[in-house]
Structure formats: structure tokens, C-alpha cells
């Protein structure tokens, strides 16, 4: 399983979507490693299809459902949202749900 975590230094809500994939990844049990990924301008963001910090992909593919059909990259601020709420980071259950889905396509 390929995890990558796309940031870029402006948008510090990264360290708390790395806290959370790690955890998910401890409680999963899993061999996996966080690929961190700078982007550094916009043209690396269009490049890595990058929809905002932090963005967390697996095997190639944004946690986020939906995402798939968004084509609009650029150096900003993520927001996710979960239920009522809106963080600047993803929630354990989307990172959750996510991880699952790519170890069921895996089988």
C-alpha cells in the first residue's frame, strides 16, 4: 500500500492529518510507510494533482470521496468536512474508511 501525504509549508494543518494517518495506521496494524510530499508551486500541483494542504493519498488515489472529479490544483488550504463539522485536516474516519477500501481492492 502506497500512503503519500501532500503538503505544502503554508498550511501547517499537515501535522495533525500525519498524527491521525499514523494512528489509523497503528490501529490497522499495517506495514506502511507515509510518503511525505512537498509541493512547492503550482506547477508541481498541477503535476501531483494536488487539491490543497493537506491532501493524503492512497495507492494513487485522494482519501476524500469525490475527489477523483475535481480539477482544480493549487497551492491552498484544504477544508474537509465530516458530518457538521469542517476541519483543516481529515478525520481518523475518512483516513479509516479510505485505508479499507484500498485493502478490499487489494483481496
Known amino acids: 500500500m502506497k500512503i503519500e501525504l501532500l503538503y505544502f509549508d503554508?498550511?501547517?494543518?499537515?501535522?495533525?492529518?500525519?498524527?491521525?494517518?499514523?494512528?489509523?495506521?497503528?490501529?490497522?496494524k499495517l506495514d506502511a510507510q507515509v510518503e511525505m510530499v512537498?509541493?512547492?508551486?503550482?506547477?508541481?500541483?498541477g503535476e501531483k494533482r494536488f487539491l490543497g494542504s493537506p491532501s493524503i493519498k492512497i495507492n494513487g488515489h485522494d482519501i476524500e470521496p469525490g475527489a477523483q472529479q475535481i480539477r482544480?490544483?493549487?497551492?491552498?488550504?484544504?477544508?474537509?468536512?465530516?458530518?457538521?463539522?469542517?476541519?483543516?485536516?481529515?478525520?481518523?474516519?475518512?483516513i479509516r474508511r479510505a485505508i479499507e477500501q484500498a485493502l478490499h481492492h487489494n483481496d
Not at 503554508?10 to 490497522?28: D, F, M, P, S, W
Not at 482544480?72 to 475518512?94: A, H, I
Request: with cysteine.
Open 10 to 28: 503554508g498550511c501547517t494543518a499537515y501535522q495533525t492529518a500525519l498524527k491521525h494517518l499514523e494512528e489509523v495506521i497503528r490501529e490497522k
Open 72 to 94: 482544480e490544483f493549487s497551492m491552498r488550504c484544504r477544508l474537509y468536512l465530516e458530518g457538521d463539522q469542517v476541519n483543516e485536516w481529515p478525520g481518523k474516519g475518512l
Open 38 to 45: 512537498k509541493i512547492e508551486n503550482e506547477g508541481r500541483a
